[in-house]
């Protein structure tokens, strides 16, 4: 059975309780947002502009910082100490040691007219960094759109003024340093704030297909002919100062055999007039001298020699006139 006495006792301390509860419960909750709203944290890679009733206050740098509470003062973070990336033509999934990339169709990117009136497809990517945070949030509405138009445009009309063989082969260094420099210019033409550190072309590279098959084929070819235009300089290289040696050899021998023979005829003509003149004072004995000379001429390089008359009748008594004792071989035989 309830006590009506209770009753009215619950009743007076809920009128008690309430109006004091209320008010420290929206004292708490207006200390909690005074306290929230009044101080904020800036990263070490961030830089803060805090706007005062929408206009610009200052720019702060990395920590705790204070400010007026209750939306009187905004703060507007930006990522200052950090290297942007947009790719083009191509979206990285996962970047690592092997990067994965995002399936999709990115031609509408990628592939540009050439100078050539041909297709080149070149997919790329720009590094960048924000240098003025104050043009950053206020030129530009659209930051990122605004950078990827202006790249695009820019690429465009360096491979437009270019053969589609230049872009694929030889010219992708020039492309990356002139487009470099191009849109840091037309960056700071619009008042962006950033400033473009790298210009990387991923593949340059004719449209996938029967055109890029063909490519390759020449590709493969022009590689064919290096190799063999290089074999063949090998080849020559080591064939003809080996033929030039060997004529210098065979000139040279031949120019000693000529001066052998030239010596060997002017002592036969000294000897010969040398013999004229004994000839002239005794010619008898000087036949005979020349005859036995003219026999041991003849057979000094045989080891055995057999003398027989012209009419095959009979031998001569001794057998060769090369031996020591010719009297007994002729007794041998």
Do not use: C
Request: zero cysteines; a neutral charge.
């Amino acid at each position: 059975m309830i006590n009506p006495q209770d009753n009215y006792d619950l009743q007076t301390l809920k009128e008690k309780i309430k109006p004091r509860l209320i008010g420290s419960i929206v004292a708490g909750i207006f200390l909690l947002i005074l306290g929230y709203t009044s101080f904020y944290m800036v990263d070490q890679t961030e830089q803060a502009v805090v706007l005062r009733f929408g206009k610009y206050l200052e720019t702060t740098g990395p920590g705790l910082h204070g400010k007026m509470p209750f939306g009187m003062d905004k703060v507007y973070k930006v990522p200052t100490g950090r290297n942007m990336i947009e790719e083009f033509g191509f979206r990285t999934k996962e970047a690592g040691v092997v990067s994965s990339y995002a399936s999709g169709d990115y031609s509408t990117e990628s592939y540009m007219l050439t100078g050539d009136l041909n297709i080149a497809e070149v997919t790329w990517s720009i590094q960048y960094r924000i240098v003025d945070i104050k043009a950053w949030l206020f030129n530009t509405i659209d930051q990122q759109k605004t950078i990827r138009d202006i790249s695009q445009a820019v690429i465009n009309v360096l491979v437009g003024d270019m053969a589609v063989t230049d872009v694929v082969t030889t010219q992708r260094v020039s492309v990356q340093e002139q487009s470099k420099k191009m849109m840091n210019e037309y960056y700071n033409r619009y008042g962006l704030g950033v400033e473009v550190i790298e210009v990387k072309l991923q593949q340059t590279m004719y449209p996938k297909g029967e055109v890029q098959s063909a490519y390759e084929d020449v590709n493969k070819a022009i590689q064919d002919r290096i190799r063999l235009v290089n074999e063949g300089k090998e080849a020559y290289n080591k064939e003809i100062p080996r033929a030039q040696g060997e004529a210098q050899k065979t000139l040279r021998e031949a120019e000693g055999y000529a001066a052998e023979r030239v010596n060997l005829a002017k002592g036969d003509v000294a000897r010969f007039l040398a013999v004229l003149g004994e000839y002239k004072k005794n010619p008898q004995v000087i036949r005979m001298r020349l005859y036995y000379e003219m026999f041991e001429d003849v057979f000094k390089n045989t080891d055995s020699t057999e003398l027989i008359d012209k009419q095959l009748k009979n031998f001569v008594p001794f057998k060769s006139l090369n031996s020591s004792n010719p009297a007994k071989k002729g007794e041998e035989k």
